[in-house]
């Protein structure tokens, strides 16, 4: 049984919807990427250093990273030296389950840490234009589906029109929004949105903030002061912070975690607009480069489609031509067989 054949045996109904939901959405790297490594086994016959050259550039053009590739090509040769791999189209489902073991550790990391006792208090950061405000709403989505009582709190004061996208995104989620003024001090309304949601029993407080990055000092310093502020009155608090990357930057995206990891404590990533980018493998960078997991990913523009990560479903919407190729295999091998 091929490494597919595997995942595709655990899938349910539900985690099957879930798959194609990746499959489609991953589609321009999965050309960039897919059909590149097929197109790279199909010219070497034999694994060579060569073979391993030309594999290199190709996850490097996909944003996966270079330290991230460096490790990812030292793992290929030391497993293909222990498998005695020598046949290049042997190698593929080798590339396709390293791939998966660098994507995540555990199953459980890539779940929200919700409160099961009282309220959850999400902060959510990033930089303007990386789709955070969107984020919030279509994740105030998902937990209302879940039979969750969620809050809004309109704390980036500073960007013009931030409060109103946010509240355009409570409407269609159908969660309440606590507000003050354009310019307001973000701390104050995070701390009135923390004693509403207590008096009202929330289940989850999502809290938007402010993505100047390059007022770097004052938005780090601000982002200090809300993050006090909810500790202070919800003890244990924020349960989650989450940083909101847009994938189409590629690498850059890789940078601003860097910066908002040294001063926000980030918890997960969410990335954003993967669905219209060829860099889809700035995932890869991202969980082993900084050792963060990726907890959801933007799949398209509605409210229903921000998803859960799933790093079967991802390799499985990267690869999928690999895995019906190996289906055909199999199926054909039975049919001898029989």
């Known amino acids: 049984m091929n490494f597919f054949s595997k995942i595709k045996s655990k899938w349910t109904k539900q985690t099957e919807a879930v798959s194609e939901k990746f499959h489609d959405g991953l589609s321009k790297t999965r050309k960039s990427l897919s059909e590149k490594v097929n197109n790279l086994v199909k010219r070497y016959r034999k694994v060579d250093e060569a073979f391993f050259e030309e594999l290199e550039d190709i996850l490097i053009e996909s944003d996966v990273g270079v330290a991230t590739v460096m490790d990812l090509s030292e793992k290929l040769k030391d497993e293909a030296r222990s498998r005695n791999i020598k046949d290049s189209e042997n190698l593929k489902e080798v590339i396709i389950e390293v791939l998966s073991g660098f994507l ?3 199953a459980e990391e890539t779940r929200l840490n919700l409160n099961s006792d009282g309220l959850t208090v999400i902060l959510m950061v990033g930089v303007n234009g ?3 405000t969107t984020t ?16 809004l709190a309109a704390a980036d004061t500073f960007r013009a029109g931030a409060i ?8 269609r989620a159908g969660a309440d929004v606590i507000k003050h003024q354009e310019g307001s001090d973000p701390a104050s309304v995070v701390y009135d949105a923390i004693q509403a949601a207590k008096s009202r029993g929330t289940d989850v407080l999502l809290c938007d903030t402010a993505g100047r990055l390059q007022n770097k000092v004052n938005l780090m310093k601000e982002l200090e002061k809300i993050k006090r ?16 990357l847009d994938a189409t930057t590629g690498q850059n995206a890789l940078n601003q975690a860097k910066i908002f990891r ?20 700035i995932v890869l960078a991202i969980r082993h480069e900084l050792d963060l997991p990726v907890k ?19 390799i499985y ?22």
């Open 262 to 281: 040294q001063a926000s404590d980030v918890t997960g990533i969410v990335l954003t607009k993967l669905d219209g980018t060829a860099k889809g493998g």
């Open 104 to 106: 995540t550790k555990n």
């Open 164 to 171: 109103d996208q946010l509240e355009v995104w409570g409407s």
């Open 136 to 151: 919030i709403g279509k994740l105030a989505g998902l937990l209302k589906k879940e039979g969750k009582s969620v809050l």
């Open 296 to 314: 959801m990913v933007g799949l398209g523009e509605k409210i229903s489609d921000l998803q859960t990560f799933d790093a079967d479903a991802f």
């Open 229 to 244: 502020v909810i500790s202070r009155e919800c003890p244990g608090a924020p349960h989650e912070v989450l940083l909101v």
């Open 317 to 338: 919407g990267l690869f999928s031509e690999m895995f019906l190729q190996g289906q055909d295999e199999e199926s054909e091998a039975s049919e001898k067989d029989e």
């Open 130 to 132: 990386a789709g955070k």
